[in-house]
């Protein structure tokens, strides 16, 4: 059954309703432009024949045409109503875009608004920095321009750039020599009363002179001769434990851990390679000090080959 004919079934029922309490229609009514006008018209046509009161008839038809088919667009609206809501629904599905667009476009323009903000404390701080890194310019000019007076003096036929670069070198050459110079000042410093003592504290390995000092007493027996300038070390308890008091006492002179190292080793002690590394680092500082001892010479040759 189409929706029409649902329709005409109430309404006719209505109607019937009606007749059964009141004498209220006619034989006219006016033709309606909806579906059901040919089933009302019937109805009307019955109600005035019964009745016999064609103009009541008449004015009550033009009622009913009137709300049937006012009541028949509010149930089925026609095609060009529906387009017609369909249109205000699309308007103001369109007004609610437009004012999302409007809320997007504030926040972009606030984020703009942000980020220029931004580029001008940015080119706040790279002009500053700017301005820092011309006046450090200005300063490594005013520190070289001795230099660039000085290299035209010392190279007067050769290009500034060039002429900057030989005296470099020749600035990094001085500059190297002195270190090497403040080494070996230190070195003589440090190890020169050392390099002129050998093996038994003293300067005299031999013969009737004889020095005595706190050095040479704490080494007393810690050595023999066993034929004429020729010297071995003592290894007993006493001895050992009279080269770790050299040590103590006198920590730069370097025949106590050589002595010691040799001792340990024979006995097998791994502590050996500790006196024997400590004995052959100053022996390397020693032996570059003009007029040490040659002993010191033979004692770094020897460790070297046990150690290397």
């Given at each position: 059954?189409?929706k029409?004919?649902l329709?005409n079934?109430?309404l006719?029922?209505l109607?019937n309703?009606l007749l059964?309490?009141?004498?209220?229609?006619?034989?006219?009514?006016?033709p309606?432009?909806?579906?059901?006008s040919?089933?009302l018209?019937v109805v009307?046509?019955k109600i005035?024949v019964?009745h016999?009161?064609?103009?009541?008839?008449?004015?009550?038809g033009v009622?009913?045409?009137?709300?049937a088919?006012?009541a028949?667009?509010i149930?089925y609206?026609s095609t060009e109503?529906?387009?017609?809501?369909?249109?205000?629904?699309?308007?103001?599905d369109?007004?609610v875009?437009?004012?999302t667009?409007?809320d997007?476009?504030a926040?972009l323009?606030g984020?703009?608004?942000?980020l220029?903000e931004q580029?001008?404390?940015?080119?706040e701080?790279?002009?500053?920095?700017r301005?820092g890194?011309?006046?450090q310019?200005k300063?490594?000019?005013?520190?070289?321009s001795?230099?660039?007076e000085?290299a035209?003096?010392r190279y007067?036929?050769?290009?500034?750039?060039?002429?900057?670069?030989?005296l470099?070198?020749?600035?990094?050459?001085?500059n190297r020599?002195?270190?090497?110079l403040?080494?070996?000042?230190?070195v003589?410093r440090?190890y020169a009363d050392?390099?002129?003592?050998?093996f038994?504290?003293?300067?005299?390995s031999?013969g009737?002179?004889s020095i005595n000092s706190?050095?040479?007493?704490i080494?007393?027996?810690?050595?023999?001769?066993?034929?004429p300038n020729?010297?071995?070390?003592?290894?007993t308890?006493e001895?050992m434990?009279?080269y770790?008091q050299?040590?103590?006492d006198f920590?730069r002179f370097?025949?106590?851990?050589y002595w010691?190292?040799?001792?340990?080793r024979?006995?097998g002690d791994?502590?050996w390679?500790?006196?024997?590394e400590?004995?052959?680092?100053i022996f390397?500082?020693?032996t570059?000090?003009?007029?040490?001892?040659?002993s010191?010479?033979?004692?770094?040759?020897y460790l070297?080959?046990l150690?290397?």
């Open positions: 059954m189409r029409y004919e329709f079934f109430y006719l029922n109607f309703k059964n309490q009141q004498d209220l229609f006619s034989k006219s009514i006016l309606l432009k909806c579906p059901i040919k089933d018209e009307v046509k005035a019964l016999k009161k064609p103009l009541l008839g008449a004015v009550v009622i009913l045409s009137l709300a088919t006012e028949y667009r149930v609206p109503s529906r387009q017609l809501e369909s249109a205000r629904e699309e308007i103001a369109v007004r875009q437009h004012e667009a409007k997007e476009r926040k323009e984020q703009v608004s942000l220029g580029l001008e404390q940015a080119d701080k790279a002009a500053k920095e301005e890194h011309t006046n310019l300063r490594i000019d005013e520190r070289l001795p230099f660039v000085l035209e003096q007067p036929n050769v290009p500034a750039d060039d002429a900057l670069e030989r470099r070198n020749e600035l990094s050459s001085v020599r002195t270190t090497q403040e080494t070996e000042i230190t003589v440090e050392v390099a002129m003592l050998t038994n504290g003293s300067q005299f031999g009737d002179i706190p050095l040479t007493t080494l007393e027996g810690t050595h023999t001769e066993v034929s020729q010297f071995r070390r003592v290894c308890e001895s434990g009279r770790r050299a040590i103590r920590p370097p025949f106590s851990y010691l190292a040799l001792c340990l024979e006995s791994l502590q390679k500790t006196n024997a400590s004995a052959r680092a390397k500082q020693t570059q000090i003009a007029g040490h001892q040659k010191h010479d033979e004692a770094l040759t070297r080959s150690l290397d």
